[in-house]
């Protein structure tokens, strides 16, 4: 199924490329999603900034320009994974970079808050980069390090997300709004180069050709590991984000000083993703070894039970330290993810399935808070918890009943 990266996987010379590549790809994940996450912090004032005046559609217009990227990226994402496997992988990096440092960088230009809402979807349709480099680093590496080498970029992509909001929230008191956009877009440019010079990868004439003649999801032979994976990765996206529009308020009713509710709520946000960066490479090294399903239904599991105290807690640092210790356990789910579907569906497919794996992420990152403020304001807060509970805990059954038996890479 993967006759290049496995021969490529013999040579030292290839064997440094695939190490240098990831690290690349890393830093490049880093980097860019810092930029992409930098502006929460400070979007409601720069769409103040940009003529809006009063505070719902503040509001409003914020949130249309943050989930417009996201929107547009869950449209595109298997189309660009297409189109890396029949033209290369490193392309759609290099594409995504470049994309990336124009739509950014214009950003700290606008003069309308449509403008920067465009501007937020044309991110989205010519951005992943982070979600690109899962792809080439997942048909560049040798299969035995494959879980490793995602979760090592996946705790860059987390730890993008943990770094870029408290950069977000500094900057641009030293240096200005727009000045913030400018420089971010900047990094990314130096991305875009390193990308264009260090990173090399592995073409075959011959997987071109049969990912031209690929049908894409009618080629893979077994598609219930590659559903169940896609509802995996909806169901990590919706588990960690069916809580943000409720933490505020949940938070408020632990803490008997208010003064300090934003500090403990972003803390709240924030320690999961810490929890993740530390755990992602860790439990990807452990599927390498034992496997990647049983850390992926072990992780589902684990994250439903300690969902169940999150909703009787009473005191804040409580649901801190069990915000940390879910996302500890879910830091494996993103390469565990990546790896099944590389090797479940052919060489020549697997951009296009690994970018549908994003689509389905980003669904769930937008259902996620839309479902926990429904249930939250309509049921109770506590809800939110048992209900995202009760579907991990199904996911993690799900994943265990279609898992593959009997030998194999990928069998128990």
């Known amino acids: 199924m993967n006759e290049t990266a496995?021969?490529?996987?013999?040579?030292?010379?290839?064997?440094?490329?695939w190490m240098r590549n990831m690290i690349v790809c890393l830093v490049g994940s880093f980097t860019t999603i810092v930029a992409m996450t930098l502006l929460l912090p400070f979007l409601p004032l720069y769409v103040e900034?940009?003529?809006?005046?009063?505070?719902?559609?503040?509001?409003?217009?914020?949130?249309?320009?943050?989930?417009?990227?996201?929107?547009?990226?869950?449209?595109?994402?298997?189309?660009?994974?297409?189109?890396?496997?029949?033209?290369?992988?490193?392309?759609?990096?290099?594409?995504?970079?470049?994309g990336m440092t124009v739509a950014i960088g214009l950003m700290g230009m606008v003069d309308s808050v449509w403008q920067l809402v465009a501007l937020r979807l044309f991110t989205g349709l010519a951005g992943g980069y982070a979600s690109g480099s899962m792809v080439l680093v997942a048909?560049?590496?040798?299969?035995?390090?494959?879980?490793?080498?995602?979760?090592?970029?996946?705790?860059?992509?987390?730890?993008?997300?943990?770094?870029?909001?408290?950069?977000?929230?500094?900057?641009?008191?030293?240096?200005?709004?727009?000045?913030?956009?400018?420089?971010?877009?900047?990094?990314?440019?130096?991305?875009?180069?390193?990308?264009?010079?260090?990173?090399?990868?592995?073409?075959?004439a011959a997987r071109k050709k049969a990912a031209k003649a690929s049908g894409g999801w009618s080629s893979i032979e077994d598609k219930r590991p590659v559903i169940a994976m896609l509802a995996t990765g909806m169901l990590l996206m919706?588990?960690?984000?069916?809580?943000?529009?409720?933490?505020?308020?949940?938070?408020?009713?632990?803490?008997?000083?208010?003064?300090?509710?934003?500090?403990?709520?972003?803390?709240?946000?924030?320690?999961?993703?810490?929890?993740?960066?530390?755990?992602?490479?860790?439990?990807?090294?452990?599927?390498?070894?034992?496997?990647?399903?049983?850390?992926?239904?072990?992780?589902?599991?684990?994250?439903?039970?300690?969902?169940?105290?999150?909703?009787f807690v009473t005191d804040a640092w409580q649901l801190i330290a069990l915000r940390f210790l879910m996302g500890v356990a879910l830091g494996g789910l993103l390469p565990c993810i990546a790896a099944v579907i590389r090797h479940s569906v052919p060489d020549a497919a697997a951009g296009g399935i690994l970018g549908l794996s994003t689509s389905s992420q980003f669904v769930g990152q937008v259902v996620g808070p839309v479902l926990g403020g429904f249930v939250g304001g309509h049921i109770g807060m506590r809800a939110v918890f048992l209900g995202t509970c009760v579907l991990l805990a199904a996911g993690a059954v799900y994943s265990w009943m279609v898992r593959p038996r009997g030998k194999g890479p990928m069998a128990d």
């Open 49 to 98: 900034e940009l003529g809006v005046t009063d505070k719902a559609g503040i509001v409003q217009w914020s949130g249309i320009a943050y989930g417009a990227t996201f929107f547009a990226a869950a449209f595109v994402a298997p189309i660009w994974g297409r189109l890396g496997d029949i033209y290369g992988r490193k392309l759609m990096l290099v594409r995504a970079s470049l």
């Open 139 to 204: 048909t560049q590496t040798p299969k035995h390090r494959v879980a490793w080498a995602l979760g090592m970029v996946s705790s860059g992509i987390m730890a993008g997300n943990l770094v870029g909001p408290l950069i977000g929230g500094a900057l641009p008191a030293i240096i200005g709004i727009r000045n913030t956009f400018l420089a971010a877009g900047g990094v990314i440019f130096l991305t875009f180069l390193a990308t264009s010079f260090l990173i090399k990868e592995q073409k075959s």
């Open 238 to 311: 919706l588990a960690n984000m069916s809580i943000e529009p409720i933490i505020t308020v949940y938070v408020a009713d632990l803490i008997d000083n208010q003064a300090n509710l934003t500090l403990i709520s972003g803390v709240v946000m924030s320690v999961a993703a810490l929890g993740s960066v530390l755990s992602a490479s860790r439990l990807g090294r452990l599927a390498d070894r034992i496997g990647h399903w049983p850390v992926i239904s072990g992780a589902l599991g684990i994250a439903a039970l300690l969902l169940i105290p999150q909703a």
């Open 6 to 17: 496995d021969t490529a996987a013999n040579t030292g010379e290839v064997t440094a490329h």
